[in-house]
T-cell receptor, first 115, second 113 residues
Framework: AQSVAQPEDQVNVAEGNPLTVKCTYSVSGNPYLFWYVQYPNRGLQFLLKYITGDNLVKGSYGFEAEFNKSQTSFHLKKPSALVSDSALYFCAVRDAPRGNNRLAFGKGNQVVVIP | KAGVTQTPRYLIKTRGQQVTLSCSPISGHRSVSWYQQTPGQGLQFLFEYFSETQRNKGNFPGRFSGRQFSNSRSEMNVSTLELGDSALYLC????????????FGQGTRLTVV
């Protein structure tokens, strides 16, 4: 079964500092990995994905993530955090093509960017 | 392209009633998945439909059901509502089964009283 762990409940960072949100995953085959962000009372907004190829993937709003197969990790990063980045961030995984789109999500990380 | 549309946005129901939620996927997307989001359990997969067929089902009781129509629109139904069914229900649409990402609607906030 596929699963995701996001070890921290909340990440606090000062505006302008680097932001990192951690994610480790478990799948039986090759992973498709995703990061989503959720603002209050809204749905999930896609940030970036890793399917294959370069381990460093770049996404929306200056976010990037690094896929590390040996550590089964897919940490989300942003070089300089903005107050508007304060939101709930979810890492998700699914097994590469198994004929379904079922995603397993982590519990989410609340990111608080302090002005 | 229009995004994923979920209706209604908010719903208040009484215990024991039933409810139907609707999801219109992005045009051309044939896969629709449903998720339940609660503070305690996080995001949990309910089921997925593709071309009117249920392809995958999560670990929810039989009170939770769904269907998909020929135009890819999907509905989910919850019968005999319980207080614990109060949640944000999210619908996601995907183009296929390759590496494409899922796009989520804004959700339906269901409150059971």
């Amino acid at each position: 079964a596929q699963s995701v762990a996001q070890p921290e409940d909340q990440v606090n960072v000062a505006e302008g500092n680097p932001l990192t949100v951690k994610c480790t995953y478990s799948v039986s085959g090759n992973p498709y990995l995703f990061w989503y962000v959720q603002y209050p009372n809204r749905g999930l907004q896609f940030l970036l994905k890793y399917i294959t190829g370069d381990n460093l993937v770049k996404g929306s709003y200056g976010f990037e993530a690094e896929f590390n197969k040996s550590q089964t990790s897919f940490h989300l990063k942003k070089p300089s955090a903005l107050v508007s980045d304060s939101a709930l961030y979810f890492c998700a995984v699914r097994d590469a093509p198994r004929g379904n789109n079922r995603l397993a999500f982590g519990k989410g990380n609340q990111v608080v960017v302090i002005p | 392209k229009a995004g994923v549309t979920q209706t209604p946005r908010y719903l208040i129901k009484t215990r024991g009633q039933q409810v139907t939620l609707s999801c219109s996927p992005i045009s051309g997307h044939r896969s629709v998945s449903w998720y339940q989001q609660t503070p305690g359990q996080g995001l949990q997969f309910l089921f997925e439909y593709f071309s009117e067929t249920q392809r995958n089902k999560g670990n929810f009781p039989g009170r939770f059901s769904g269907r998909q129509f020929s135009n890819s629109r999907s509905e989910m139904n919850v019968s005999t509502l319980e207080l614990g069914d109060s949640a944000l229900y999210l619908c996601a649409s995907s183009e296929g089964f390759s590496g494409t990402e899922a796009f989520f609607g804004q959700g339906t906030r269901l409150t059971v009283v």
